[in-house]
């Protein structure tokens, strides 16, 4: 009940391209749903985040698509750019447990 | 810089020895959490210390762990007695009172290799 899955683990676009990365739950429990996004030899640092009671986030180029009933939520980035080359990682908290994703190795191409 | 800070930044030893990271926090942050990074791998939590109360130690792999918080503030992580599958980047993070918004902030890590 404690894990969030994430797909795929690595995934190659092409620059302007769209981004599409998945993550899967199981507590209903949380309530915090973050996306942190990690440059080589960085820590993670937050994204975007979205709380269960809507169905969408838009930030920039960056969108979160929450399906309570499924317990899936998804990261869009569009016009894909170079620069977001990085690894993506999907969490999901409550109070003080923030469970993470296994992590997407984001690559796109020029 | 305001950010969290750890040292070292990168740890070579031999496989027996023990070895201490250290993570300090964002000033005011009173959560602090350590995450473990393996290669490739996503983000294995360790321990959370909130304010005074006891730490969540419900991460550490094997009592070979373990981790203090003094004065609220630094923290560092200990490790006993190394093996090779100890190999890893451990990630400190910060957040502010009752973790309102989910936000954590890392620092850089500390890479740790065990020969």
């Known amino acids: 009940q404690q894990q969030v899955k994430q797909s795929p683990q690595s995934l190659i676009v092409q620059k302007g391209g769209i981004s599409i990365i998945n993550c899967a739950y199981e507590n209903t429990a949380f309530d915090y749903f973050p996306w942190y996004q990690q440059f080589p030899g960085k820590g993670p640092a937050l994204l975007i985040a979205i709380r269960p009671d809507v169905s969408e986030k838009k930030e920039g180029r960056f969108t979160i698509s929450f399906n309570k009933s499924a317990k899936q939520f998804s990261l869009h980035i569009m016009d894909s750019q170079p620069g977001d080359s990085a690894t993506y990682f999907c969490?999901?908290?409550?109070?003080?447990?923030?469970?993470f994703g296994s992590g997407t190795r984001l690559s796109i191409r020029p | 810089g305001a950010g969290v800070s750890q040292s070292p930044s990168n740890k070579v030893t031999e496989k027996g020895k023990d070895v201490e990271l250290r993570c300090d926090p964002i000033?005011?942050?009173?959560?602090l959490y350590w995450y473990r990074q393996s290669l490739g791998q996503g983000l294995e939590f360790l321990i959370y210390f909130q304010g005074n109360s006891a730490p969540d130690k419900s991460g550490l792999p094997s009592d070979r762990f373990s981790a203090e918080r003094t004065g609220g503030s630094v923290s560092t992580l200990t490790i006993q007695r190394t093996q090779q599958e100890d190999s890893a980047v451990y990630l400190c993070?910060?957040?502010?009172?009752?973790?309102?918004?989910?936000?954590?902030?890392f620092g850089e890590g500390s890479r740790l290799t065990v020969l």
């Open positions: 000033s005011g942050h009173t959560a």
């Open positions: 969490a999901a908290s409550r109070a003080s447990k923030i469970i």
């Open positions: 993070a910060s957040s502010s009172v009752a973790f309102n918004n989910g936000e954590l902030f």
